[in-house]
T-cell receptor, first 114, second 115 residues
């Protein structure tokens, strides 16, 4: 059974719209993260959460808003979508929010903005 | 500045041989953690192996092992007895012990194992 679930797997959106990417982890981890992977750049860290508290935000744009309704959920809301937002978004989790803890990745949501 | 560099963009090897993938990193932190992941053709990112900077012994995990050379800020991944299913993109990543807890990823090395 998948331990980290991301929904949807694929997403097509029009410029200017808003979408929510879903992430749930069943590893019993206390920390969750969002990363973005586009064709032109390596995996980029976006956000980290620990016990539902935002720990770090490396996303310059406020159009990206993480939402944590439960400890094992970390959704990503993206507003006013732009074609440059097209990428695969990966959710990850680790036992705790600490450098020594290995992060495990979900399968990703591939977003295409037209 | 924190940075991870993988200079090999792609490598091809024959099945059952050994391959080494290079990775160098930059950090001001005295303690840090190094990781290797692989990304399969389906896009799945899989954790392979890690090295803690304070450990002198090279980590091993199955047919993966690391060549950690701290003075050179280098962490090479060695795959022995390569298999077709090892074909993937391999990412090196570093995470400092203190400060921002980001993972810094390299751009990846694409490995093709030829039967």
């Amino acid at each position: 059974d998948p331990k980290i679930i991301q929904k949807p797997k694929y997403l097509v959106a029009v410029t200017g719209s808003e979408k929510i990417l879903i992430c749930e982890q069943y590893l019993g981890h206390n920390a969750m993260y969002w990363y973005r992977q586009s064709a032109k750049k390596p995996l980029e860290f976006m956000f980290s959460y620990s016990y539902q508290k935002l720990m770090d935000n490396q996303t310059a744009s406020s159009r990206f808003q993480p939402q944590s309704s439960k400890k094992n959920h970390l959704d990503l809301q993206i507003t006013a979508l732009k074609p440059d937002d097209s990428a695969t978004y990966f959710c990850a989790s680790s036992q705790n929010w600490g450098g020594q803890d290995t992060q495990y990745f979900g399968p990703g949501t591939r977003l295409l903005v037209l | 500045a924190q940075k991870v560099t993988q200079t090999q963009t792609s490598i091809s090897v024959m099945e059952k041989t050994t391959v080494t993938m290079d990775c160098v990193y930059e950090t001001r932190d005295s303690s840090y953690f190094l990781f290797w992941y692989k990304q399969t053709a389906s896009g799945e990112i899989v954790f392979l192996i890690r090295q803690d900077s304070y450990k002198k012994e090279n980590a091993t995990e199955g047919h993966y092992s690391l060549n950690f050379q701290k003075p050179k800020s280098s962490i090479g991944l060695i795959i022995t007895a390569t298999q077709i299913e090892d074909s993937a993109v391999y990412f090196c990543a570093m995470r400092p012990y203190t400060g921002y807890q980001n993972f810094y990823f390299g751009k990846g090395t694409s490995l093709t194992v030829i039967p």
